[in-house]
């Protein structure tokens, strides 16, 4: 598995962790990140079951088990957090933050020792050593219970299935050609995300947000000028359409 | 329960192991830089630091080796991972089918004990592997650190050689001779520690 840096000042890091070479054709490539704040560390969107191994393996390149306090699900989807149940073995004193809708379903998944915490619907905040992170609700995004993390410090939006593409497994972890990059997510935003309301004003929420990277947890990331052009492409596109192509 | 424990404690382990590895491996990306400036180096000094040039090309392949040996012990430890986790999910599954409340009726085949039979003899073969694989991983281990044990010889030779070389690059040789001590004391090190991560699993 690939890991890059996306941010790191002083002690405070963001890491993304993808493109695994190893992984079945069968499984979505998914990204993974990890924020670190002097001790302690999240793991955000920690990934499948099938890639567990190989997670485990990359994070504790930076960190310890001691130091991973908590893990966050932005929704309930396998790709997510079908892994939980071996996390839970790994970090017994960890807490598991997603949406509070979503407790007991994710225990089937496997959760004796790991502590859930259920976020609030209009999202709440997460003390990370010294920094905080804001959970940004996301509902129906694509999920009926999501949420996306905003880092002000790092100015890091990690944003679920949002800004999400179906790539190819060597694709470039940031995105370089925006036009060239539609074609990539156009189909999976319109089937996954059901409602034009609740995507407008996701976009009402996140342009008051002072956004360096976006990044999603398929596909490409959008740095810089791309990520206003992300949200005006969002913005113009209809969702909830199930046409399969 | 315990049966769990042990397969959860395999990968966690391995991928410590795999993690120290990691680290060995940029220190020894290091090293080749050091050998390859060190190459240089002796190269300006001229012929009085012949002896030294060769030492680079000693400085190179233990460089190597630690990257190889990394690039090994990664694929055996993240299969191993798998293995083990494949091993914790065997176990529950056969935990939670030896609570199925299941009575074949008369003449028909249990298909409840056809299942476990053929899960059963899938979590034996998953232990032969753990077990086969641990030794390989503890071999390449055990490999590399004595492979690693030139590093020490290669520093002092270097010191000797800096010796004979002209004054003004004394000193840099010196240094060049400092870093390979330390680059391999980090090493192994880690590798120490990796070993350390497998004490409890044999």
Redesign the interface.
Known sequence: MKAISLYQKGNHKWYCFGRDP?RDEKIIDTNQYMVMNGEQSIILDPGG?EL???M??SV??YTT?DEITALFASHQDPDIISSL??WD??LPKAKLYSPWIWESFLAHF?MSNIKFEGIPDEGSSFQLGNTSLQFIPAHYLHSSGNFNVYDKEAKILMSGDIGAALDKDDAPFFVEDFEAHIPKMEFFHRRWMPSNKPKDDWIASVRKLDIEILAPQHGGLFKGEMVGQFLDWFERLDVGIAQNK | MSQ??NA?NT??SV??V??EL??AQSIAEELSITSKNARALAVRAGSTAAGFNEITRFIEGLSKLTIEAATSV?TI??SQ??IA?NL??TH?FIVRLNKVNYQAKENQPDIIDNIFQKVDSERKQLERKISSSLRELIDRLDETKMELRATQVVSVVSRVEASRASEEFQGSLNSVADKVSSAGSRINSHLETARKHLAHLQ
């Open positions: 190893d079951i567990f191994s190989q485990l393996t504790l390149r088990l149940g071996l073995q790994c496997g | 769990d424990n959860a990968f966690i991928a410590h795999a993690s990691f680290k990664n430890a993240i991972t798998k986790a914790f999910r529950g």
